[in-house]
């Protein structure tokens, strides 16, 4: 069975920096596409960015520049570096992972920033 767990989340001071992580367990082989998407309060689930196998990243406009998203395939491990941080970051951020073409979620991990 195939389980995401995200880490790293916690409060944050405005211009401050989080890494956020997502571990991957399981019978895998390999993970095709991962992705961090986040949800506000009161605010539907948005897409932060995502990453291929080979490690080509795309991203949201708004965090273009600040976040930067990596993977280790080895540890089936991606990463979330979050820096100069917004109170409009403040969220619950998710792993998304794609194995085997099956979409798997991790719980989330909230992300508090405070001005």
């Known amino acids: 069975q195939v389980q995401l767990v995200e880490s790293g989340g916690g409060l944050v001071q405005a211009g401050g ?3 956020l992580s997502c571990v991957v367990s399981g019978s895998i ?4 596409h991962m992705a961090w998407y986040r949800q ?8 932060v960015g995502d990453i291929s196998w080979g490690g080509t990243t795309n991203y949201v406009d708004s965090v273009k520049g600040r976040f930067t ?3 280790e395939n080895a540890k089936n491990t991606a990463y979330l570096q ?3 941080l917004k109170p409009e970051d403040t969220a619950v951020y998710y792993c998304n992972a794609d194995v085997y073409g099956t ?3 991790g719980k989330g991990t909230l992300v508090t920033v405070s001005s």
């Open 40 to 47: 506000a309060p009161g605010k539907q689930r948005e897409l």
């Open 29 to 32: 082989f390999s993970i095709n």
């Open 103 to 105: 979409d798997y979620w």
């Open 17 to 19: 920096s989080l890494r």
């Open 69 to 71: 998203i990596s993977r």
């Open 82 to 84: 979050m820096n100069s």
